[in-house]
């Protein structure tokens, strides 16, 4: 077999791969496109559902999914990247207490994982006491643990979040127990893409600033942060498909299927897109097949939306930094 | 303002290896140093010593005293922020930030505000913040002083990544320039630039010494033997020897030196 | 440092040293056949003579050019640059030895022809001693050796002294007997080519010492005080002021 016909048949199975990915795309998206654009219209997207689901809107649940990214957001990206500047800058320090707050809070977590389950997920840690030098073993337990937790069934995060947060610190079944649930789900995603954009930033700046007299955070501030956004945004922009999708973290801890009001406060119940189509699907009848439709074409082009509004941000920041 | 430095008994070790043994040198004010020897003899780790760089490096230590001004800067109650503001630094590779020209050299003049009145680098010195005009006049002067103003004065918001190798390493020059140090350090600020650029910034260095101290590091003997008034040959993390320019190039006093800078060495 | 732009530096400083030493080398032939052209009255060495300072204006110019392509392409610094710039001033003088020695046998014809003076005053040894001193400094240079230049210095002074004492004798018999004053400017000339070869042998000497031990010697030690001079005026026998006796040789 001569080198030529190797390469165009390898070629060839490349394209047919990516033909397959893109096909599987169109049909999935078209499928739902198909179905559910009679269904959208002004009063679909406004009004409460009526008649058991067979009239009406998905209003309630446009605005619970929304008022959900928008907490989770507020909850993972402040803790996901201050956690990732302290994991690249300051790893040379000794542990601060909120850092061992949080790896204690992650150990409980685990703890309830473990119980919940038979099979234990990976070895539990030791609990000697920590000395100066396995500080650089912690950082590196640290990043496995946080890889882990990205593999965590999210099914696992819902009970977590029931057993936790509904009844041990009795926030209720509402959307501050489901967006903590989720902003932990998310947490690793914010983390890792924040913790490898400030690692992109070249030391050379960092020299630059110190060299200056800039003070550690203040270079943080005013130059490893802004160049880092692009990347940070990529992690928001993963967290937000996330968040709008997950229906067993939000079925355990706050969305309903169906409520005549909309949530008042972050205590509240709430309903939300995925939980809606799912219970709908199971539960109700084949009469109420246009509204899942319109849920789902909804929720599609909710979470692309918020996403192109990220990656136009990104964009810009990213002519405005270019290295 | 004094800008005279004096090292006695430097030791730097990086974990076990002992990079800087036992240096000692007096750096005259308003003069130009120049620091040379072949590649890994430690004159990096020396220049950075001077403003405490290698605080960044977790697995340095660093004894002996830099006095500087008759403090010692390597005091552990000396504030390093002062330490840096005083002693600036131009690094290899231009590093300019990713902003515009403006606001390069804004950033840290706003950062720190203006002094009123020179204390100590003990504490930070009381200041007060810049008005823009201010600012605005402090930028000009800067890049007047690095000999940068006209050739950027018409994009002065463009990013700074638009310029040449040599107006960048100028306008990191500028930059430092900027917050008012009294020594300025060079870490072989010319080995990525093109002779012409490195041309106008020897020029550059033999105007600033005027001003201020300066110390440079350079692997170009010849670039020592042109700009500095004082050359020290540091080798395997040892000063070898330390003098007048003439005196080194012409007639050294030890072996390994004339041995280095006749090239016979390696 | 590159190490083979050192090797090519290495090669050329080599050459220079070379063609240096042959300069020298010719110098030295020139002087040496010069003089004995003078007193043995050999007239074939005349031509080669200034055949050979020819040839060593030629190769001055020829050092002098690669002198300066080593300083602008190497830039060499300490003990290479005094090397380098000691090829450079040493070859003005070995050039303005050969020039003095093309000089003396132009005083050939005059002086074979004439028996008026029966032997040379202390021209033999005079001649000695320069030839002597040419080889010595030459030498010095070729083997780095300073203290052979030092030397050189004592024996300046006896040429200088020897020079003052030809000069007065000469001019003694040219008063005496005007018929002898053609003659007699021509020993004087030739005894002052002598002495300022001798000079210039200096001037290599304290070049090489420069060259080894980079101080510069001090002037002092070169000139010694010229009233001190000893040398006797040699009775030249058969001549006792009687124009008559002059056929002895």
């Known amino acids: 077999m001569n080198r030529m016909f190797k390469e165009r048949l390898l070629f060839l199975l490349f394209r047919l791969c990516a033909l397959v990915v893109v096909a599987t795309l169109v049909i999935l ?284 941000v990104r964009n810009r920041y990213r002519a405005k930094y270019r290295w | 303002m004094n800008g005279s430095i004096s090292i006695s008994n430097l030791n730097v070790w990086f974990e076990s290896n002992h990079a800087l043994k036992n240096v000692n040198l007096n750096i005259g004010k308003n003069e130009i140093t120049a620091i040379i020897g072949p590649s890994g003899c430690g004159k990096s780790t020396f220049i950075r010593c001077l403003n405490r760089m290698n605080d960044i490096i977790p697995k340095c230590k660093v004894e002996g005293r830099i006095e500087v001004d008759g403090e010692d800067i390597n005091d552990p109650r000396m504030d390093v922020v002062e330490v840096r503001r005083r002693i600036g630094m131009v690094f290899q590779k231009p590093n300019p930030f990713p902003k515009s020209i403006h606001e390069n050299i804004a950033y840290a003049p706003r950062l720190h505000g203006m002094e009123q009145g020179r204390t100590d680098m003990r504490s930070e010195p009381k200041t007060r913040k810049y008005t823009k005009k201010e600012i605005d006049e402090l930028v000009e002067w800067s890049l007047k002083r690095a000999v940068l103003w006209d050739e950027v004065k018409e994009r002065m918001n463009k990013s700074a990544y638009n310029l040449s190798g040599g107006q960048q390493q100028r306008l990191c020059i500028a930059r430092a320039l900027a917050v008012k140090p009294e020594i300025m350090l060079f870490d072989e600020p010319c080995s990525a630039l093109d002779p012409i650029a490195t041309a106008k910034i020897e020029d550059l260095l033999v105007d600033l010494k005027k001003d201020y101290t300066v110390v440079i590091v350079t692997h170009n003997m010849q670039q020592a033997a042109r700009v500095a008034d004082r050359t020290a040959f540091f080798y395997l993390g040892e000063l070898i020897e330390f003098g007048e320019t003439e005196q080194i190039f012409e007639k050294p006093q030890q072996k390994l030196t004339e041995q280095y800078i006749t090239g016979r060495m390696g | 440092m590159k190490m083979t732009s050192r090797l090519v530096f290495q090669n050329e400083l080599e050459k220079l040293n070379e063609e240096v030493a042959r300069m020298a080398g010719l110098a030295n032939q020139a002087i040496e056949a010069a003089v004995r052209c003078i007193v043995d009255k050999d007239a074939r060495l005349k031509p080669e003579v200034e055949r050979l300072d020819r040839e060593i204006y030629s190769l001055e110019q020829v050092i002098e050019k690669h002198c300066l392509d080593v300083i602008a392409l190497h830039t060499p610094v300490a003990s290479d640059l005094r090397t380098v710039s000691t090829c450079l001033k040493i070859i003005t003088d070995l050039n303005r030895i050969g020039r003095y020695a093309s000089d003396i046998v132009e005083s050939y014809e005059v002086l074979a022809g004439s028996n008026d003076f029966a032997r040379m005053v202390n021209i033999d040894h005079m001649a000695e001693l320069v030839v002597g001193m040419v080889t010595d400094a030459t030498q010095s240079f070729i083997k780095r050796d300073p203290e052979s230049a030092r030397q050189l210095f004592e024996r300046d002074d006896e040429v200088d002294c020897l020079y003052d004492t030809n000069f007065r004798a000469v001019v003694t018999y040219m008063i005496e007997d005007p018929r002898k004053i053609t003659a007699g400017t021509h020993i004087i000339l030739v005894s002052r080519y002598l002495e300022r070869i001798a000079d210039h042998s200096c001037n290599i000497g304290e070049r090489v010492w420069y060259m080894v031990t980079g101080e510069r010697l001090n002037p002092k030690d070169r000139k010694k005080d010229r009233g001190s001079c000893n040398a006797d005026i040699r009775e030249i026998p058969g001549y006792g002021g009687s124009s008559h006796e002059l056929e002895e040789k």
């Open chain 1, 29 to 312: 998206v078209g499928y739902v496109v198909i179905n559910g654009i009679g269904v959208i219209s002004w009063s679909f997207l406004t009004e409460f559902p009526k008649k058991g689901f067979t009239a009406g809107g998905i209003f309630p649940a446009i605005v619970g999914t929304l008022y959900l990214i928008a907490l989770v957001l507020v909850i993972a990206v402040p803790i996901g990247v201050l956690t990732a500047v302290y994991v690249v800058e300051y790893s040379d320090q000794p542990l601060i207490d909120g850092e061992r707050v949080r790896a204690w809070m992650r150990r409980e977590a685990m703890a309830l994982h473990l119980r919940a389950n038979a099979e234990p997920k990976r070895p539990a840690k030791a609990r000697k006491p920590r000395k100066r030098g396995s500080q650089r073993m912690f950082y590196r337990v640290l990043r496995i643990v946080i890889t882990n937790l990205a593999g965590v069934p999210s099914i696992v995060y819902g009970l977590l979040g029931f057993g936790a947060l509904v009844i041990f610190f009795n926030l209720g079944m509402s959307l501050i127990a489901s967006a903590i649930t989720l902003a932990f789900l998310v947490l690793p995603l914010v983390i890792t893409a924040s913790r490898e954009a400030i690692e992109a930033v070249p030391s050379s700046v960092r020299e630059a600033s110190f060299a200056l007299g800039a003070t550690k955070w203040q270079t943080i501030r005013s130059h490893v942060l802004p160049y880092s956004i692009p990347g940070i945004l990529t992690g928001v922009i993963l967290s937000i498909s996330r968040a709008a999708g997950e229906t067993a973290p939000i079925l355990l801890t706050g969305a309903v299927v169906l409520k005549q009001t909309l949530p008042d406060s972050i205590f509240s119940s709430y309903m939300a897109l995925p939980y809606q189509l799912y219970a709908l699907a199971t539960q109700y009848s084949d009469a109420t097949r246009p509204m899942q439709y319109g849920s789902a074409l909804v929720l599609l082009l909710m979470v692309v939306g918020l996403n192109l509004v990220a990656i136009i």
